[in-house]
């Protein structure tokens, strides 16, 4: 649980300044949709920021190869997701009471910007807490008793081992 609130802080916080800097940056206004070439820049952008902060983070041991491999594909998922976003979702919004303006999810800088960061971040938070593949129920990869070498669930040498161990139990 706490996996997800992380995923949709970091999308939040990452889809909030992305729009935040077309906004004030670009001084793109809130009724005006954003462009198309700065919003798939923008959608990029946060795909790579939110693959190295979300799952697991660029700072966590061991996880700087899993983190850039997650920021390449969070590039290439952030255009696709604003893809998606600008060509088939035309629901339209009116924020205009709290100054963000109106429009269609899928053009508005501020509204597209964070749906695509926090369904990145909610997607790489689900995959790291669901793909924990050859760890044992404590987090830590299972040892052979008998050769004392990291091994999966379910491996012959390991089956054969503790077969072996407990005759040897048995006989001694």
């Known amino acids: 649980m706490v996996g997800l609130l992380w995923g949709i802080f970091v999308g939040l916080v990452v889809g909030g300044g992305l729009s935040a800097l077309s906004v004030y940056g670009l001084q793109v206004p ?82 597209s910007l964070p749906v695509v960061a926090t369904l990145m971040a909610l997607l790489f938070e689900v995959d790291n807490m669901f793909g924990g593949g050859g760890k044992d129920g404590g987090g830590k990869k299972r040892i052979a008793e008998s050769t004392g070498k990291r091994v999966s669930e379910g491996e012959p040498e390991e089956q054969e081992a503790e077969a072996g161990a407990g005759k040897r139990k048995a006989k001694g």
């Open 30 to 111: 809130v009724d005006q949709p954003l462009s198309a070439i700065w919003a798939y820049l923008f959608a990029c952008v946060g795909g790579v920021l939110v693959g190295l902060l979300a799952g697991k983070p660029i700072w966590a041991k061991g996880a700087r190869i899993e983190a850039g491999l997650k920021a390449v594909f969070g590039a290439f998922l952030g255009g696709a997701l604003m893809f998606g976003l600008r060509r088939w979702v035309g629901i339209g919004l009116d924020l205009s009471s709290i100054h963000l303006g109106s429009g269609a999810i899928g053009t508005s800088a501020v509204l």
